[in-house]
């Protein structure tokens, strides 16, 4: 039997200073906890943005797996396609 599909819903990216205060509780950057402990709370998947500008790290996405699995087992991370696929000037024709 096929599984039902799964509909998740969480955000681009994590790391935006403006939602201090918003999103992120006041001060959690002098609490040293990672934006993605406290995503992964309240959502089940986040888009990596930084995936558009260059190769994500393998260390750096470790990291990310590590904080956001802490909290939510079933998280899951999707990447943005690297800007040569949609802003390449051999793309557009």
Not at 24 to 34: F, I, L, N
Not at 47 to 54: A, D, K, P, V
Request: glycine share 6%; net charge positive; hydrophobic share 40%.
């Amino acid at each position: 039997m096929a599984a039902s599909p799964q509909i998740r819903i969480g955000t681009a990216g994590w790391s935006y200073k403006d939602w201090e205060g918003i999103f992120y509780p006041p001060g959690m950057q002098h609490k040293r906890q990672h934006p993605l402990e406290y995503l992964a709370r309240c959502f089940d998947m986040v888009e990596i943005n930084t995936s558009f500008y260059g190769h994500i790290q393998p260390h750096l996405a470790k990291l990310w797996i590590r904080k956001a699995a802490a909290v939510n087992p079933k998280f899951v991370f999707t990447a943005k396609l690297h800007r040569s696929f949609t802003h390449s000037p051999l793309a557009v024709m």
